[in-house]
């Protein structure tokens, strides 16, 4: 028997109009907990992300022997502190370790665990069990760990760590941030200097992130090193707000007639903020505006207008990393602009939360717009007049990108429509409905 749930997602009455913030960051959230927790002594965290994916993160770091002291504030965020196992390690958790839908707590716990002498099972839902891990497993058994069952793609996984970890220089397969995380932090208590490089730059904030926690990195074009053995010590973080969930009002700003909107405090990081250019190359009224670096995170302001003509524009490889995790609802304001929008080169999008690539094309054919993948390349045919038809119903599949994706017709559009499973937008931005609902009051 199902029990899945359907939510109505009305119009919203009135445009987006006004300043709003967006919750912490989720990338640098994981990073500030899990490093807090490796870290001797006590760091001070605050505009943590309270979300289903950073709260598996913290309760793994609690289970591993980390204290953690992070009460909710009133603007939502979690602040406090975490005193971390430091030299002494991990402890040995009783239980497997359920790290939710998170795939960046699995991953990076991965590299964590490594190099201690302990055995820690990790698993997840139903979608995370799906996910593919052995890109993580391959370089840190290149390392010295092991892992079992041998050779296993998915999670379930147990963690065999090793204090005898040594460096590697690696090539990794894929632009993917959560591997390159995995490594260094492993070779952080490795002997020697262990390197990757990816085909394209990924996401950097380890590398921004480590130094200040007391080890020092090296970041060069698509590579990254540390040299070990360090230790990671405590250290206070300021985290910016999310540029991902940021992506959401500022394409609901877009497609909805009359709206203008500020999103303030928001994380300005060039790897993190490409759907800013692709928008502004689709002809968006969308303009950034820097305020200030939280440690060595830029932020500041995204501010959108409502642009009633838009076009296609192509994505070239190279930036697919860059906005990997806004392709969903990129996608959907590209069925708005005249003419192709193709983003070449999108093959993670299989292996994400749900197959992304296959579920864009399901949604917006349910809109009635052409999408196609030639190869690993999406193709969307832009209708400048798209309007949704009554009664539609779209699956999120347990999906929060693809939740809030498809929202946006409803909210945006002229006509209601029913998500299934909406309630997955807890994974990275539990207030999300409250949030636009206000801004077009
Ligand atoms: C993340 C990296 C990306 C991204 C994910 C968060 C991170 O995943 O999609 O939402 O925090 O390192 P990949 O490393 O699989 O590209």
């Not at 707590?105 to 302990?118: D, E, H, Q, S």
């Not at 053995?229 to 969930?245: F, H, I, R």
């Not at 759907?275 to 939280?294: K, Q």
């Not at 190279?318 to 192709?340: N, Q, T, Y």
């Amino acid at each position: 028997m199902s029990n899945e749930t359907i939510t109505t997602i009305r119009p919203l009455q009135a445009p987006l109009d006004g300043t709003t913030h967006v919750p912490g960051d989720k990338s640098i959230s994981h990073r500030a907990v899990l490093f807090a927790a490796m870290a001797e002594g006590t760091s001070s965290l605050s505009g943590v992300l309270d979300s289903e994916d950073v709260c598996a993160s913290i309760a793994a770091t609690k289970a591993l022997g980390a204290k953690v002291d992070l009460t909710k504030q009133e603007d939502g965020s979690l602040a406090g502190s975490i005193t971390g196992w430091g030299q002494a390690g991990p402890t040995q958790p009783q239980d497997a370790i359920d790290c939710g839908n998170s795939g960046t707590t699995a991953r990076l716990l991965m590299g964590i665990l490594a190099p201690w002498n302990i055995r820690v099972t990790l698993t997840g839902d139903s979608s995370l069990q799906r996910r593919p891990m052995r890109r993580i497993t391959a370089p840190l058994m290149k390392m010295g760990a092991r892992f079992e069952p041998e050779g296993q793609e998915t999670l379930p996984i147990t963690v065999c760590g090793t204090d005898q970890l040594h460096a590697i220089s690696y090539d990794a397969p894929m632009a993917s941030a959560q591997l390159k995380t995995a490594v260094l932090l492993a070779g952080v208590y490795a002997q020697g200097t262990t390197t990757l490089r990816e085909p394209s730059a990924s996401r950097n904030h380890t590398e921004l992130m480590l130094p200040e926690f007391g080890v020092p990195t090296t970041a060069a074009d698509r590579s990254a090193s540390v040299t070990g053995p360090e230790y990671l010590k405590s250290a206070d973080v300021v985290v910016p707000g999310d540029p991902s969930s940021a992506a959401f009002l500022a394409s609901a700003a877009l497609l909805k007639p009359k709206s203008h909107v500020v999103i303030e405090n928001v994380s300005l990081n060039t790897a993190r903020i490409g759907f800013t250019r692709t928008l502004e190359r689709m002809g968006a009224d969308i303009s950034v505006h820097y305020s200030g670096a939280a440690g060595k995170e830029p932020y500041g302001a995204i501010e959108v207008r409502y642009t009633p003509v838009l076009r296609g524009c192509e994505i070239p490889a190279d930036k697919i990393a860059s906005i990997v995790d806004e392709i969903p609802v990129l996608s959907l304001v590209a069925a708005h602009a005249r003419g192709v929008t193709i983003f070449r080169e999108v093959s993670e999008l299989r292996v994400k939360e749900t197959d992304r690539l296959a579920e864009i094309i399901t949604g917006l054919e349910k809109l009635g717009v052409d999408a196609w993948v030639e190869g690993n390349d999406l193709f969307i045919e832009g209708q400048p007049d798209l309007a949704s038809e009554p009664g539609l119903v779209f699956e999120s599949h347990g999906d929060h990108r693809l939740a809030m994706t498809w929202s946006l017709v409803g909210l945006c559009g002229e006509e209601p429509v029913d998500i299934v499973d909406f309630e997955s937008v807890a994974v990275s931005y539990p207030q999300f409905l409250t949030d636009i609902e206000r801004l077009a009051k």
